[in-house]
């Protein structure tokens, strides 16, 4: 059988093309090694948001008091949260095989391979049979990248965040190497959980990539509470559970500039690479940082070829993933009007406690947009950098609701709006629950909203989500 289209990988890209493109009636083949969901459900988004979830309610628990209620010998259990993790997972597996369960789609577990193609056919091996499809999607996703430090490999002591999410014991204590999104969610859970965490970031902050007013907030409240965060620090090497640091920045915490410290597991989570298995028949295709390229409508160079998700190293999240299997297979079947995907309008979560979410710009962007369209020289005349944006924040406090269920917590929100067209550039909030309602400030930055637009909209009360209203009006 000929297929209309073949899709290697089953995560969010994969699976959404599949269930699109069979269901417009067309046949499809599904490649997938290991489970359907791929990195995020099964080792990485919705394990750690079920772990994650319950080491907020333990920690709540413990932290109760405040809110008139007292527990008493409250314990944790972390096999169950661990048992109560697969059994999320394994429902939602069985969920994604549900809506593929039709008479066009076929899955096929297995590694799957490019044997050959030509503009009119693709070949592909998987468990000793081969395929034909008239177009390929890529979809294989990342792994973890193992950067090389001496005495990495092979190193019973070295988590990566699939050992951690199926450890089946807490360690006694932590070194995270990496203050991105994942290393710092992995700093959340151990922290709750009542173990030692030190995070060793070469950057001189975590979370680099986001609006750094934000992030200070989060660091602040978290070396108080007593996680070692170590910015500006490398690690040379590692000897079993020891590691060696370099850093330019000495903190009081160490007495020489090379001092070494030690934990029972070092977790290492410095980020992810475009995985290219199977795909070395396709010599010709093009690739960018060792990413695939793709256009608008995320072809690749070759007619029949095309490639969603981390494959394509632009930006590594599920939602963005899944959005690209929607404008890839609506462009194969050639769906009226084209659509593309608003890269500047693109949400992100932290779900550290407290969370932190945005989307737009961050200040440090809106600031480098202005001075590359501007010039040095065009920013002078003007008066200044701050003549062609400004800024609006509150503490989240000013939301009821928000003083209502976060005793204690301060939180901000802060909107970066364009003086010009008065559009919003972008939105960044720390406080929980920020994920559940920044997606009302991704409608306002994908669609152009004008601040007036956007003071006109209606926010319920009381909820946490008008302190978007709140600032517009501040």
Not at 282 to 291: V, Y
Not at 304 to 315: E, H
Not at 468 to 473: D, I, R, S
Request: charged share 20%; glycine share 8%.
């Amino acid at each position: 059988m000929r297929y209309f289209l073949a899709i290697i990988g089953g995560g969010p890209a994969g699976y959404t093309a599949a269930e699109l493109a069979s269901k417009a009636g067309k046949d499809v083949i599904l490649f997938e090694q290991t489970a359907l969901g791929g990195t995020c459900l099964n080792v990485g988004c919705i394990p750690t948001k079920s772990l994650l979830y319950g080491a907020k309610q333990y920690y709540n628990a413990t932290h109760a008091q405040k809110y008139g209620v007292t527990a008493g010998n409250v314990t944790f259990d972390f096999a169950a949260m661990q048992k109560r993790k697969t059994i999320v997972v394994r429902k939602l597996v069985a969920g994604i095989r549900q809506r593929l369960n039709n008479e066009h789609c076929t899955i096929v577990n297995g590694a799957a391979a490019v044997l050959s193609r030509t503009d009119e056919q693709v070949t592909i091996s998987c468990n000793g049979e081969t395929y034909e499809a008239e177009n390929l999607m890529i979809c294989t996703g990342s792994t973890n990248f193992v950067p090389p430090i001496p005495g990495i490999q092979d190193n019973p002591a070295i988590w990566d965040s699939t050992d951690a999410l199926a450890a089946t014991e807490l360690p006694a204590s932590v070194i995270i190497v990496g203050g991105g999104v994942i290393g710092m969610e992995f700093a959340t859970l151990y922290h709750e959980l009542g173990v030692p965490v030190t995070v060793i970031e070469a950057m001189p902050t975590i979370l680099p990539n986001l609006d750094q007013e934000v992030v200070q907030i989060l660091l602040d409240k978290y070396r108080k509470a007593g996680i070692n965060i170590l910015t500006s620090t490398k690690v040379e090497a590692i000897e079993g559970n020891t590691v060696k640091l370099s850093t330019n920045e000495l903190p009081s915490t160490l007495s020489s500039q090379h001092s070494t410290l030690s934990a029972d597991k070092i977790l290492v989570s410095v980020g992810r690479r475009a995985n290219l298995k199977g795909l070395e028949a396709l010599t010709d295709i093009e690739l960018n940082r060792g990413a695939i390229m793709v256009d608008d409508f995320m072809k690749t160079n070759l007619p029949n070829v095309f490639a969603c998700g981390d494959v394509t190293g632009k930006v590594m999240l599920a939602h963005v993933a899944s959005r690209q299997a929607e404008v890839a297979v609506g462009r194969m079947l050639k769906q009226i009007p084209l659509q593309r995907i608003a890269y500047n309008a693109i949400p992100s979560v932290v779900y550290t406690n407290p969370e932190i979410a945005s989307v737009g710009l961050t200040e440090l962007q809106v600031r480098d947009f202005y001075t590359e369209m501007e010039g040095e020289a065009g920013i002078a005349k003007a008066g200044g950098i701050e003549t062609f944006y400004e800024v609006k924040k509150l503490p989240m406090t000013f939301s009821g609701r928000f003083m209502a269920e976060n005793d204690g917590e301060t939180g901000l929100c802060k909107l970066l709006i364009d003086k010009r067209n008065k559009t919003v550039l972008g939105a960044h909030l720390i406080g929980n629950p920020a994920s559940e309602f920044i997606a009302a400030a991704s409608f306002a930055v994908r669609m152009g909203y004008t601040v007036a637009e956007m003071q006109q909209v209606v926010f319920p009360h009381p909820t946490v989500s008008e302190i978007l209203h709140e600032t517009l009006n501040g």
